[in-house]
């Protein structure tokens, strides 16, 4: 299976993880077409036990005082915590009905302290913008000269099976009309000369 990311239209998610939902909010507020794939049976397994299953978001503290608490090499993250900062985290939770409150060592737990309130805050959010979430399904990449140009599902028995006809029989989905993450078997049963042939429209 060949896929076109060139248009920016759809985007699959490996990992249901704090970045892997964030990464699929992002993408799908960009009007990306969003597909997150979690093995685990649900999302956020490590975000669920931090600060021992309360939830430690962030930390309350400067740029400056943050990076120079990470162990290795904390400017790396620099870029990155400019342009979303403890604070913006902060606020993106509280704006989603999640409050927050500061403690000792200026430690952000939900007021709830439930770790698993910020998995939830962050999967209702992917949902809203419209990511599917698969979880308990697993995914083998397909890598042909350094690119990504196929993805099998196991797991969701259905959808693995429609990608599994895809690649064998070698569609081109640059030619497919139908969002990627829409098709299934009913689009295979246009029928000639006794063999299915993939519908494209």
């Known amino acids: 299976m060949v896929i076109d990311m060139s248009g920016g239209k759809e985007v699959l998610v490996i990992g ?13 507020e960009k009007g990306a077409s969003v597909l997150l794939i979690e ?9 669920n036990i931090t600060g ?13 005082e943050f990076l120079s608490n990470v162990p290795v090499n904390g400017r790396f993250l620099y870029r990155a915590l ?8 902060v606020r993106f939770f509280n704006s989603r009905g999640v409050p927050t409150k500061t403690e000792r060592g200026n430690r952000v737990f939900p007021v709830s302290d439930r770790a698993r309130d910020l998995t939830d805050c ?15 399904t697993c995914v083998r990449l397909t890598v042909s000269d350094g690119k990504i140009i196929g993805a099998l599902l196991q797991g969701d028995l259905a959808y693995g099976g429609v990608l ?38």
């Open 122 to 136: 962050l999967v209702r959010t992917a949902k809203s913008l419209g990511v599917s979430i698969r979880e308990d």
């Open 82 to 89: 400019t342009d979303f900062s403890p604070e913006d985290a």
């Open 39 to 47: 093995r685990n049976p649900f999302c956020g397994k490590k975000l």
């Open 164 to 201: 599994q006809q895809m690649i064998a029989r070698k569609i081109d989905v640059r030619k497919v009309k139908k969002p990627l993450f829409d098709i299934d078997y009913s689009d295979f049963f246009h029928i000639r000369d006794n063999t299915y042939e993939f519908y494209y429209d």
């Open 52 to 64: 021992k299953g309360r939830g430690n978001l962030t930390n309350a503290c400067e740029l400056d």
């Open 16 to 28: 249901g993880g704090a970045s892997g939902l964030m990464a699929a909010c992002a993408a799908a």
